[in-house]
């Protein structure tokens, strides 16, 4: 599969690098920064209250502390290139819940169904919303319910399943 610098896309080689352990992530929300490109951004490192994101210089890409993140997911919404991800693995049943940055108009409602997209903008299977927070000035960030094994797949919502 192609590297990131070559398609934009992360493959699972670049993936590795900065997800977390199978066992943190089964403990409760964690945050997943999706950002691997040496670029000056930090706001991620400075909305984290806990302290788990940090950068060794301005152009670095952000690390995160996995034993540190609570899952709050303030970062997402001020992350300027939609890179951050929420993943909860500890829900009950075989569902999984992410949030994820969402741009788009209108704003999905509670309960419906939509599309749920991998990163290449392609549809997986479904996402039930389950809340939308709006954050003022910022990027609105979705809470979705999808399958556990697509906790780690989809990065997006497509077309409302009606």
């Not at 303030?74 to 569902?95: H, T, Y």
């Not at 819940?97 to 749920?116: N, V, W």
Request: hydrophobic content about 35%; charged content about 30%.
């Amino acid at each position: 599969m192609s590297s990131y610098g070559e398609t934009g896309v992360l493959a699972p080689e670049d993936l590795e690098k900065i997800l977390p352990r199978e066992e943190r992530s089964r403990r409760g929300p964690v945050a997943i920064l999706e950002c691997i490109e040496k670029i000056p951004c930090d706001p991620c490192a400075y909305a984290c209250r806990v302290g788990a994101i940090r950068k060794r210089s301005l152009v670095d890409p952000p690390e995160v502390d996995y034993d540190k993140c609570t899952g709050c997911g303030e970062c997402i919404a001020i992350c300027p290139g939609l890179a951050i991800f929420v993943v909860d693995l500890k829900s009950k049943g075989n569902e999984a819940l992410l949030m994820i940055p969402y741009e788009f108009l209108p704003k999905p409602k509670s309960g419906e169904i939509y599309e749920a997209l991998n990163r290449e903008g392609e549809p997986v299977g479904n996402a039930r919303i389950i809340a939308a927070r709006e954050v003022e000035g910022r990027t609105t960030v979705l809470t979705v319910a999808v399958k556990n094994d697509l906790a780690i797949v989809v990065r997006n919502i497509g077309r409302r399943m009606r």
